[in-house]
């Protein structure tokens, strides 16, 4: 059984960093795509950027590309996000996602590609 725990969320301000990461239990790594999506009341659940198995293809939402990085450690089954000059349109419940078919492409930014998914982390950037 998959289980996706996120960690790293709180209260920062604008401007600030913050590093989220997605510890994975029972996922096959070698396939694994890992995602952090993110949603706010009302809204649907946004892409935010998804990291292949072996680390060498990534995407990003255009709205956090230049100031974003994911990366993941397939040792200890972690998926980090790093996130840069924080705004407060980044204000969101942050969710992990991964799925083991072994493809990586566009399809990576829909969330209906992934088939787990975590209980989020909170993110609120003041003004």
């Known amino acids: 059984q998959v289980r996706l725990v996120e960690s790293g969320g709180g209260l920062v301000k604008t401007g600030a960093s913050l590093r989220l990461s997605c510890s994975a239990s029972g996922l096959t790594v070698s396939r694994s795509v890992m995602a952090w999506f993110r949603q706010t009341p009302g809204k649907e659940r946004e892409f935010v950027a998804a990291?292949?198995?072996?680390?060498?293809?990534?995407l990003y939402a255009d709205s956090v590309k230049d100031r974003s990085t994911i990366s993941r450690d397939n040792v200890k089954d972690t998926a980090v996000l790093q996130m840069n000059s924080l705004k407060p349109e980044d204000t969101a419940i942050y969710y992990c996602?991964?799925?083991?078919?072994?493809?990586?492409?566009?399809?990576?930014?829909?969330?209906?590609?992934?088939?787990?998914w975590g209980q989020g982390t909170q993110v609120t950037v003041s003004g």
């Open positions: 996602a991964a799925h083991e078919r072994g493809v990586f492409g566009s399809q990576e930014r829909l969330s209906e590609t992934y088939d787990f």
């Open positions: 990291i292949s198995w072996g680390g060498s293809n990534v």
